[in-house]
């Protein structure tokens, strides 16, 4: 959420000066009681229902390539096609490599990664620096595509699939001040253009 939540920290601190903010960043799903963590940010469904989730939006999921990825190795025509192309996934969940594409009968693509990682963000990376096509949803990537540094592929067989972005935080915490003025901010200054 680095894409998203950073470029609003500066107008936060405007107009909320007092309040002090600790960011970080995991791409594991970690214990909020644990880690003393007021709220996460998490992009996808939700499991866990001990928690409280206030939705903040939700971006769209395309498969990208970088020019000279396509340069090199040409672009896929098809869905089927890819199996003949390196293909970037994530290490887990199993559930991010499965593509939103028509295939068959079904509505999503299997993929089995040439590389794989725990971030989007190093997903990114790699396919910026042409080393194979990604899934990779609109927030983390819109710059590059309106830049053409990563272009969309088989547009056509794309299903319109959207991750929902949630903040959450522990069902039984009464929300402190701090806390309802960043959801507050952040609800009313995101917008469609960042996801």
Not at 104 to 121: D, M
Not at 172 to 182: P, V
Request: charged residues 20%; aromatic residues 6%.
């Amino acid at each position: 959420m680095e894409h998203v939540i950073v470029p609003l920290v500066a107008g936060f601190r405007q107009s909320y000066p007092q309040i002090e903010l600790e960011l970080n960043t995991d791409n594991l799903i970690i214990d909020l009681l644990e880690k003393r963590t007021d709220i996460a940010i998490r992009i996808g469904a939700l499991r866990d229902s001990t928690i409280h989730a206030r939705l903040l939006g939700a971006s769209r999921l395309r498969i990208l390539a970088s020019p000279d990825y396509l340069a090199r190795y040409g672009t896929p025509a098809s869905v089927e096609a890819l199996r003949d192309h390196s293909l970037l996934g994530f290490t887990q969940p199993e559930s991010l490599n499965l593509w939103p594409l028509r295939y068959q009968q079904a509505q999503h693509f299997a993929i089995t990664p040439t590389i794989s990682a725990s971030s989007g963000e190093t997903l990114r990376q790699l396919a910026l620096r042409g080393e194979g096509i990604v899934q990779l949803a609109d927030f983390m990537t819109r710059d590059d595509q309106r830049s053409g540094r990563l272009v969309p592929l088989l547009e056509q067989d794309t299903l319109d699939v959207r991750q929902p972005i949630n903040a959450v935080y522990y069902r039984n915490t009464q929300l402190a001040a701090r806390i309802t003025c960043f959801l507050d901010y952040v609800s009313a200054h995101i917008d469609a253009q960042m996801l």
